[in-house]
Nanobody, 125 residues
Framework: QVQLVESGGGTVQAGGSLRLSCAAA?????????MGWFRQAPGKVREFVGG????????IYGDSVKGRFTISRDDAKNTVYLQMNSLNPEDTAVYYC?????????????????WGQGTQVTVSS
């Protein structure tokens, strides 16, 4: 069992930045596994935000966040990050960290097995 704990969410004005963190708790690890971030806004379907391969060599992003968000990982700290810049109100959502079953970065939700509880990001106009 791997417990993922997100932090860093909050309220920010449009144009601002936030950095989300996702740590593996209870002795869990995600070494050798790809990691990802998804988000879900009220009344909307879950949306892929970004994914990173097991060694950080490959990163992929959803179209709506390309050029603004950056995913990274520090396996020594068992932590994955999502740097979010140039935020706009459409980025308002609950953001979820998740671990992939495999090593390659992916935007397919079904390939992810463990999910965090989510952290709220609210962007005001």
């Amino acid at each position: 069992q791997v417990q993922l704990v997100e932090s860093g969410g909050g309220t920010v004005q449009a144009g601002g930045s936030l950095r989300l963190s996702c740590a593996a708790a209870s002795g869990g690890t995600f070494s050798n596994r790809a990691m990802g971030w998804f988000r879900q806004a009220p009344g909307k379907v879950r949306e892929f935000v970004g994914g990173i391969s097991w060694n950080g060599g490959v990163t992929i992003y959803g179209d709506s966040v390309k050029g603004r968000f950056t995913i990274s990982r520090d396996d020594a700290k068992n932590t994955v990050y999502l740097q979010m810049n140039s935020l706009n109100p459409e980025d308002t959502a609950v953001y979820y960290c998740t671990r992939n079953r495999f090593a390659g970065a992916s935007d397919i939700a079904g390939l992810y097995d463990y999910w965090g509880q989510g952290t709220q990001v609210t962007v005001s106009s």
